[in-house]
């Protein structure tokens, strides 16, 4: 493994400047390019001019969003949901997704009831659950956020008013929206569990009374813990206040941490004034701490000793999309990446079963954190360590920079945090040379930057093994039998090569148990059985013998002179009844759903792989014959690795058995999941394409291939990016006019509508600033944060102006437009040149007429072009924007999943470097959907054309058999009104009477197909 040099910053650079050529996008990421496919565990590779990979350790994992490292084999389960490449939502593998991963959290939280709001990022989590308070609060009169000193909520504008920092919020504030900030009374001795003081609690509890004092005390930080709650309570009393959020541990204001005596209170506090309370667990949610919710460790509890429940908890980052959670509301919301909230479920399902691994690095890693602070003490002070996060603070504050300035030559990413501290955030791949490695070059760096001494990195790095190679090759097999069986051909080719690999690499004999052959291995099956298990869980020979019986049974061993190495066997469900859960499974009775019986490894052989690669054959075997799903039990935590294979095939948990084992182990529970082996061919649902613009028959294995890395990881894009990445930002503006091709991506329309409003904002004339916004009524924004919904909805936070839709009375729309503009001045006019949620057009004549009474008053205008875009408004043009005459100063375009553009005119383009940005900024694998979308229309307009002409002309032939009232519909999208049978409304999503017509290229082919 090589390390990262001074040449691949310059290879990279060359590469960048492409991007900020004509400022296409602000200048602002690190000076490497990502090889997603090359990262390991630890190590973050990236792209260099030979073509190899060279690395770094990400000791930050992509800012704790990596908890199980680069390419963790359980990720690649995201390759076996045909959602997951589709981004289609209306299905039963979905639906079931999202019960599953809501009965994990209820498990992890103890909540009776667990609503749960999925959002694109953690700031838009927070502005979510912030809106709910704000929509639920008892005082109508109550506008503020009270947060603390030293808190970062995200970079959405309610969010970003609650950030402490700044550099990052003054900016962007708008006058009168402001939040008040509380002193967070900070525990520096770390994070102190102490058992609940019910006098404590009481006293807080008391705080509405008139008669209410705060009591006093001689200890430094109860006495800041009591400044900083009767601070909250002065404020709350006052009713300006309708939530309170705060991190259970400040992460970007310094790793701070406050006790669990201080939360409690705090809670306590709120629920008496009945204000909400939101812990923004976007950063500690999802273990990185000792708990899987860092929350959890404080027992919140009231004087009764009875469980408090957080109003709000807030997840994103290792959840990799953005969750609500709450016990008393939610919001439902589609605009969503299937592909991350299924590898956000992997994640949280491992980082579950690896709780007992993360306890044991924070041990692991606390002796070398203390070592390097006491050798360094002179210039170190204030360790902490808890769970997979740490940090130090330097004694002098400009010591900080000169760490940070040194990081990648030494082969490290690490990031300052407040004004004093280096923080850390580890994932479960770190062995114990990779911790070796991280502290000997920290302690090259100190050296260098304490005394100044001439120190150079190590040689090379811990070498890593070759599993991620194993696991790509696997799954490209996967994918590419997949789309044979799709296409109704055989992978048989594909079956035999997988078996002569198996047996190179392990120059063991692979074989085929079945009822001809099972006598001569039936004593050898016997004798691993006693090998490997106790009594209790060995698996009677009666059941493989059982088995082998069944055509549909899929049963195979590794074996070497004459011993049987590995074992895999899988059957019909109905041939073990009595096993436990089997029978609730509705799919018992089906011969072509299979039950793992076992896969089992000698015991010198376990660790080598033999146990992934039978299993792997074994699942390719059942795609290749036709079986639809492969289901098994594992027990909780004690079978973690093998879980950890069925997830990289795509289980999801359909049942949790509490007590399954009748044995005194710490881990008795069950595991029952389901792997879906077929993918479907003839599901259809058109009116889809905002959200899901790609089908399968999109598909080829070339492009799955070059997919697969940005599909199983997730990296921050306001950091690092590919040149594929860069290469998609430069195609998309490609596609919009030369004026508008100034640029943020973005992971959703929410985000679109806060990066553009802050940008005119932030370029208005210092004597005119307005954040007034104006739009139509009906016209929509999103709903993931208070800016977006108040576009959207009537329930507005900010104010926004709304008036008649030109489609509901022109006249009267453009009148009213013209007063409201010459008698106030607004930030921007928005519209939707497609109205997304109805499917109607505002018409080419009326847009224009709108464009020239905005620009007789000086007001920018923005256009949302979800639904307009993608040849959808006109055929011939790919949004309205690029129509001359129709051009906005400004455009957002969402393109499903957790993808976005905001593109503008340069004069309201900031480009300042990290001022405009968000965490993710996007998802790679997104984008590369929404473009291979756009690329199979653009490669053959003249067939596009004539595909939505049939398909126009069939839908039409259909509905002429039914009572419809109303047809509209133009470029293949539009609505109509009347009555058809049930089975034909499933195709459609219905808006009030409307049925909705909006599909993708795709589903219209399979609509006339079928």
Same mark, same amino acid.
């Given at each position: 493994?090589?390390?990262?040099?001074?040449?691949?910053?310059?290879?990279?650079?060359?590469?960048?400047?492409?991007?900020?050529?004509?400022?296409?996008?602000?200048?602002?990421?690190?000076?490497?390019?990502?090889?997603?496919?090359?990262?390991?565990?630890?190590?973050?590779?990236?792209?260099?001019?030979?073509?190899?990979?060279?690395?770094?350790?990400?000791?930050?994992?992509?800012?704790?969003?990596?908890?199980?490292?680069?390419?963790?084999?359980?990720?690649?389960?995201?390759?076996?949901?045909?959602?997951?490449?589709?981004?289609?939502?209306?299905?039963?593998?979905?639906?079931?997704?999202?019960?599953?991963?809501?009965?994990?959290?209820?498990?992890?939280?103890?909540?009776?009831?667990?609503?749960?709001?999925?959002?694109?990022?953690?700031?838009?989590?927070?502005?979510?659950?912030?809106?709910?308070?704000?929509?639920?609060?008892?005082?109508?009169?109550?506008?503020?956020?009270?947060?603390?000193?030293?808190?970062?909520?995200?970079?959405?504008?309610?969010?970003?008013?609650?950030?402490?920092?700044?550099?990052?919020?003054?900016?962007?504030?708008?006058?009168?929206?402001?939040?008040?900030?509380?002193?967070?009374?900070?525990?520096?001795?770390?994070?102190?569990?102490?058992?609940?003081?019910?006098?404590?609690?009481?006293?807080?509890?008391?705080?509405?009374?008139?008669?209410?004092?705060?009591?006093?005390?001689?200890?430094?930080?109860?006495?800041?813990?009591?400044?900083?709650?009767?601070?909250?309570?002065?404020?709350?009393?006052?009713?300006?206040?309708?939530?309170?959020?705060?991190?259970?541990?400040?992460?970007?204001?310094?790793?701070?941490?406050?006790?669990?005596?201080?939360?409690?209170?705090?809670?306590?506090?709120?629920?008496?004034?009945?204000?909400?309370?939101?812990?923004?667990?976007?950063?500690?949610?999802?273990?990185?701490?000792?708990?899987?919710?860092?929350?959890?460790?404080?027992?919140?509890?009231?004087?009764?000793?009875?469980?408090? /429940?957080?109003?709000?908890?807030?997840?994103?980052?290792?959840?990799?999309?953005?969750?609500?959670?709450?016990?008393?509301?939610?919001?439902?919301?589609?605009?969503?990446?299937?592909?991350?909230?299924?590898?956000?479920?992997?994640?949280?399902?491992?980082?579950?079963?690896?709780?007992?691994?993360?306890?044991?690095?924070?041990?692991?890693?606390?002796?070398? /954190?203390?070592?390097?602070?006491?050798?360094?003490?002179?210039?170190?002070?204030?360790?902490?360590?808890?769970?997979?996060?740490?940090?130090?603070?330097?004694?002098?504050?400009?010591?900080?920079?000169?760490?940070?300035?040194?990081?990648?030559?030494?082969? /490290?990413?690490?990031?300052?945090?407040?004004?004093?501290?280096?923080?850390?955030?580890?994932?479960?791949?770190?062995?114990?040379?990779?911790?070796?490695?991280?502290?000997?070059?920290?302690?090259?760096?100190?050296?260098?930057?304490?005394?100044?001494?001439?120190?150079?990195?190590?040689?090379?790095?811990?070498?890593?093994?070759?599993?991620?190679?194993?696991?790509?090759?696997?799954?490209?097999?996967?994918?590419?039998?997949?789309?044979?069986?799709?296409?109704?051909?055989?992978?048989?080719?594909?079956?035999?090569?997988?078996?002569?690999?198996?047996?190179?690499?392990?120059?063991?004999?692979?074989?085929?148990?079945?009822?001809?052959?099972?006598?001569?291995?039936?004593?050898?099956?016997?004798?691993?059985?006693?090998?490997?298990?106790?009594?209790?869980?060995?698996?009677?020979?009666?059941?493989?013998?059982?088995?082998?019986?069944?055509?549909?049974?899929?049963?195979?061993? /590794?074996?070497?002179?004459?011993?049987?190495?590995?074992?895999? %066997?899988?059957?019909?469900?109905?041939?073990?009844?009595?096993?436990?859960?089997?029978?609730?499974?509705?799919?018992?009775?089906?011969?072509?759903?299979?039950?793992?019986?076992?896969?089992?490894?000698?015991?010198?052989?376990?660790?080598?792989?033999?146990?992934?690669?039978?299993?792997?054959?074994?699942?390719?075997?059942?795609?290749?014959?036709?079986?639809?799903?492969?289901?098994?039990?594992?027990?909780?935590?004690?079978?973690?690795?093998?879980?950890?294979?069925?997830?990289?095939?795509?289980?999801?948990?359909?049942?949790?058995?509490?007590?399954?084992?009748?044995?005194?182990?710490?881990?008795?529970?069950?595991?029952?999941?389901?792997?879906?082996?077929?993918?479907?061919?003839?599901?259809?649902?058109?009116?889809?394409?905002?959200?899901?613009?790609?089908?399968?028959?999109?598909?080829?294995?070339?492009?799955?291939?070059?997919?697969?890395?940005?599909?199983?990881?997730?990296?921050?894009?306001?950091?690092?990016? +590919?040149?594929?990445?860069?290469?998609?930002?430069?195609?998309?503006?490609?596609?919009?006019?030369?004026?508008?091709?100034?640029?943020?991506?973005?992971?959703?329309?929410?985000?679109?509508?806060?990066?553009?409003?802050?940008?005119?904002?932030?370029?208005?004339?210092?004597?005119?600033?307005?954040?007034?916004?104006?739009?139509?009524?009906?016209?929509?924004?999103?709903?993931?944060?208070?800016?977006?919904?108040?576009?959207?909805?009537?329930?507005?936070?900010?104010?926004?102006?709304?008036?008649?839709?030109?489609?509901?009375?022109?006249?009267?729309?453009?009148?009213?437009?013209?007063?409201?503009?010459?008698?106030?001045?607004?930030?921007?006019?928005?519209?939707?040149?497609?109205?997304?949620?109805?499917?109607?057009?505002?018409?080419?004549?009326?847009?224009?007429?709108?464009?020239?009474?905005?620009?007789?008053?000086?007001?920018?205008?923005?256009?949302?072009?979800?639904? +307009? +875009?993608?040849?959808?408004?006109?055929?011939?043009?790919?949004?309205?924007?690029?129509?001359?005459?129709?051009?906005?100063?400004?455009?957002?375009?969402?393109?499903?999943?957790?993808?976005?553009?905001?593109?503008?005119?340069?004069?309201?383009?900031?480009?300042?470097?990290?001022?405009?940005?968000?965490?993710?900024?996007?998802?790679? %694998?997104?984008?590369?959907?929404?473009?291979?979308?756009?690329?199979?229309?653009?490669?053959?307009?003249?067939?596009?054309?004539?595909?939505?002409?049939?398909?126009?002309?069939?839908?039409?032939?259909?509905?002429?058999?039914?009572?419809?009232?109303?047809?509209?519909?133009?470029?293949?999208?539009?609505?109509?009104?009347?009555?058809?049978?049930?089975?034909?409304?499933?195709?459609?999503?219905?808006?009030?009477?409307?049925?909705?017509?909006?599909?993708?290229?795709?589903?219209?082919?399979?609509?006339?197909?079928?």
């Amino acid at each position: 493994m090589k390390l990262i040099n001074k040449n691949d910053e310059i290879f990279a650079k060359k590469e960048l400047d492409k991007l900020y050529d004509n400022k296409k996008a602000p200048a602002e990421k690190k000076e490497y390019l990502t090889d997603l496919k090359n990262g390991r565990g630890p190590y973050f590779a990236v792209e260099t001019s030979d073509g190899s990979p060279h690395y770094f350790m990400d000791a930050a994992s992509q800012i704790a969003t990596l908890g199980l490292g680069f390419n963790p084999s359980s990720f690649f389960g995201t390759n076996h949901l045909e959602e997951c490449w589709t981004n289609e939502q209306h299905t039963q593998n979905f639906l079931n997704l999202k019960k599953s991963l809501n009965d994990f959290f209820q498990r992890k939280l103890g909540w009776n009831n667990v609503h749960m709001s999925f959002t694109n990022s953690g700031a838009e989590s927070n502005e979510v659950a912030l809106g709910l308070a704000y929509k639920n609060r008892a005082n109508k009169n109550a506008k503020k956020v009270l947060c603390f000193e030293g808190s970062f909520h995200g970079r959405m504008m309610v969010a970003l008013m609650s950030t402490w920092n700044q550099s990052k919020r003054a900016p962007f504030e708008w006058p009168g929206f402001e939040s008040i900030y509380a002193p967070f009374p900070e525990d520096k001795s770390g994070q102190a569990l102490i058992k609940a003081d019910k006098e404590w609690l009481k006293t807080w509890e008391n705080a509405v009374s008139r008669s209410f004092t705060a009591p006093k005390s001689n200890d430094e930080l109860v006495q800041k813990e009591i400044d900083s709650l009767t601070y909250v309570r002065d404020h709350i009393k006052n009713g300006e206040i309708f939530a309170v959020i705060i991190e259970p541990m400040q992460c970007e204001g310094g790793d701070r941490y406050a006790t669990n005596r201080f939360f409690q209170a705090l809670t306590v506090l709120c629920k008496s004034y009945g204000v909400a309370i939101i812990f923004d667990e976007v950063q500690t949610g999802f273990h990185l701490g000792r708990e899987f919710f860092w929350h959890k460790e404080f027992q919140l509890q009231n004087s009764k000793g009875e469980e408090i /429940l957080p109003d709000y908890v807030t997840c994103a980052k290792k959840a990799q999309t953005g969750i609500v959670l709450s016990p008393i509301d939610g919001i439902e919301n589609q605009e969503v990446s299937v592909a991350s909230i299924y590898r956000g479920y992997i994640h949280a399902l491992m980082m579950d079963q690896l709780s007992d691994d993360i306890v044991d690095l924070e041990k692991r890693t606390e002796k070398k /954190l203390y070592d390097f602070c006491r050798k360094h003490a002179d210039y170190v002070t204030n360790p902490r360590v808890h769970g997979m996060a740490f940090g130090f603070d330097l004694k002098d504050k400009a010591n900080v920079n000169e760490f940070i300035k040194h990081r990648f030559e030494f082969g /490290l990413l690490y990031y300052p945090a407040g004004d004093e501290t280096l923080r850390f955030r580890l994932n479960t791949a770190y062995r114990d040379s990779d911790i070796d490695f991280l502290f000997q070059h920290m302690d090259l760096i100190a050296r260098r930057v304490f005394k100044n001494e001439d120190v150079s990195p190590l040689e090379c790095a811990p070498e890593f093994s070759n599993k991620v190679e194993d696991t790509y090759f696997w799954q490209e097999i996967f994918i590419e039998a997949r789309l044979l069986k799709l296409a109704d051909k055989s992978a048989s080719t594909l079956v035999k090569m997988a078996k002569e690999w198996i047996e190179e690499r392990t120059q063991f004999t692979l074989t085929e148990i079945t009822l001809s052959n099972f006598a001569q291995y039936k004593d050898k099956i016997i004798a691993l059985e006693k090998e490997v298990y106790e009594p209790a869980r060995q698996t009677e020979i009666e059941k493989f013998e059982k088995t082998v019986t069944h055509k549909n049974s899929l049963a195979y061993a /590794l074996e070497k002179e004459g011993k049987i190495l590995a074992i895999s %066997f899988a059957g019909p469900m109905k041939l073990y009844p009595l096993e436990r859960g089997l029978r609730k499974d509705p799919n018992f009775e089906n011969e072509n759903c299979l039950y793992m019986l076992d896969t089992t490894a000698s015991n010198n052989m376990q660790g080598k792989g033999l146990g992934t690669y039978l299993k792997n054959y074994l699942f390719l075997n059942g795609i290749e014959k036709d079986i639809k799903k492969i289901n098994g039990r594992n027990r909780d935590h004690m079978a973690r690795a093998m879980f950890s294979i069925n997830l990289s095939l795509g289980a999801v948990l359909t049942d949790y058995m509490r007590e399954d084992y009748p044995d005194f182990e710490q881990y008795r529970d069950v595991l029952y999941y389901n792997s879906t082996t077929e993918w479907n061919k003839t599901t259809n649902f058109l009116s889809s394409a905002i959200n899901a613009p790609m089908g399968l028959g999109n598909l080829d294995v070339n492009y799955c291939k070059e997919q697969l890395p940005s599909l199983i990881n997730k990296i921050c894009l306001s950091n690092f990016i +590919s040149k594929r990445f860069s290469n998609f930002i430069t195609k998309m503006l490609s596609s919009l006019p030369a004026q508008l091709r100034h640029s943020y991506t973005a992971s959703g329309q929410s985000e679109c509508v806060d990066k553009i409003a802050r940008s005119i904002w932030f370029n208005q004339d210092e004597n005119k600033k307005s954040f007034k916004n104006i739009t139509f009524d009906g016209h929509y924004f999103g709903k993931g944060s208070f800016v977006s919904r108040s576009l959207s909805y009537g329930d507005e936070f900010f104010p926004v102006t709304k008036i008649t839709c030109p489609t509901v009375d022109k006249d009267r729309s453009l009148k009213e437009l013209e007063t409201a503009l010459k008698n106030e001045k607004f930030l921007a006019l928005w519209l939707e040149p497609l109205i997304s949620k109805k499917m109607e057009r505002i018409s080419k004549d009326t847009l224009r007429e709108i464009l020239m009474i905005a620009k007789k008053y000086n007001t920018p205008v923005v256009y949302n072009e979800t639904a +307009s +875009s993608l040849y959808r408004y006109d055929m011939d043009s790919y949004s309205v924007s690029n129509i001359e005459e129709l051009r906005p100063n400004a455009v957002m375009i969402f393109m499903g999943g957790q993808a976005a553009l905001c593109a503008m005119e340069e004069q309201f383009f900031i480009d300042k470097p990290l001022m405009v940005i968000s965490t993710w900024d996007g998802d790679e %694998f997104s984008f590369g959907t929404y473009l291979k979308a756009k690329e199979a229309i653009e490669n053959d307009m003249a067939l596009y054309k004539k595909t939505v002409t049939q398909f126009q002309n069939e839908l039409g032939a259909l509905l002429n058999h039914y009572p419809i009232s109303k047809i509209d519909i133009d470029s293949g999208v539009g609505h109509f009104t009347g009555h058809i049978p049930l089975t034909t409304q499933a195709l459609f999503e219905k808006n009030g009477e409307n049925f909705i017509v909006c599909p993708s290229y795709e589903q219209m082919k399979k609509f006339l197909k079928y």
